[in-house]
């Protein structure tokens, strides 16, 4: 594919995905990220491509980041809630209060210190409750790569919390 059949393929089909992912996220700044984002794909792999049958690649490519876009801000979300406490309980006395909010800052600060592949293969497992199977598959890597990068987040975790 050259320059000439990609700009045409770009000008054919960027308004459709990007209504398409619209459709599947309901959000329009997204919806233009995670088109924009995909044609960027096609194009740094368009020597694999055939123009011929780019659509219904366009359209799976584009499910498949809807999808992942998802997990990804589910996930953050998870976190965040997690994270944060209820302000009405006063149960507890001003020493646990100020322990756990140490508590809380380092682990923080030792997610932070992860790189993204352990953060969130640490998450998914922590968070989502994934076994290590289930995130090789999600992620597209091997299980033992999962289990390499939970081992590099325990070990981050482990130095930033002792």
Same mark, same amino acid.
């Given at each position: /594919?050259?320059?000439?059949?990609?700009?045409?393929?770009?000008?054919? @089909? $960027?308004?459709?995905?990007?209504?398409? !992912?619209?459709?599947?996220?309901?959000?329009?700044?997204?919806?233009?990220?995670?088109?924009?984002? *995909?044609? #960027?794909?096609?194009?740094?792999?368009?020597?694999? %491509?055939?123009?011929?049958?780019?659509?219904? %690649?366009?359209?799976? #490519?584009?499910?498949?980041? !809807?999808?992942?876009? @998802?997990? +990804?801000?589910?996930?953050?979300?998870?976190?965040?809630?997690? #994270?944060?406490?209820? &302000?009405?309980?006063?149960?507890?006395?001003?020493?646990?209060?100020?322990? $756990?909010?140490? *508590?809380?800052?380092?682990?923080?600060?030792? *997610?932070?210190? #992860?790189?993204?592949?352990? &953060?969130?293969?640490?998450?998914?497992? &922590?968070?989502? =409750? *994934?076994?290590?199977?289930?995130?090789?598959?999600? %992620?597209?890597?091997? !299980?033992?790569?999962? =289990?390499? &990068? /939970?081992?590099?987040?325990? +070990? !981050?975790?482990? %130095?930033?919390?002792?």
């Amino acid at each position: /594919m050259d320059k000439a059949e990609f700009k045409h393929i770009f000008d054919q @089909y $960027f308004d459709t995905i990007r209504c398409f !992912v619209y459709y599947r996220c309901g959000d329009k700044e997204t919806a233009s990220d995670i088109t924009q984002d *995909l044609f #960027m794909k096609v194009w740094e792999k368009k020597e694999q %491509l055939d123009p011929r049958t780019i659509k219904p %690649l366009l359209y799976k #490519m584009a499910n498949d980041q !809807v999808i992942s876009d @998802y997990r +990804k801000t589910l996930s953050q979300r998870n976190y965040a809630e997690d #994270m944060a406490i209820e &302000r009405d309980n006063q149960t507890h006395s001003p020493e646990e209060q100020m322990q $756990f909010e140490e *508590l809380k800052q380092q682990y923080a600060d030792a *997610l932070n210190a #992860m790189n993204e592949g352990q &953060r969130v293969a640490f998450l998914m497992s &922590r968070n989502d =409750e *994934l076994k290590y199977t289930e995130i090789s598959e999600r %992620l597209g890597i091997s !299980v033992k790569a999962v =289990e390499k &990068r /939970m081992t590099a987040a325990l +070990k !981050v975790l482990k %130095l930033k919390l002792l």
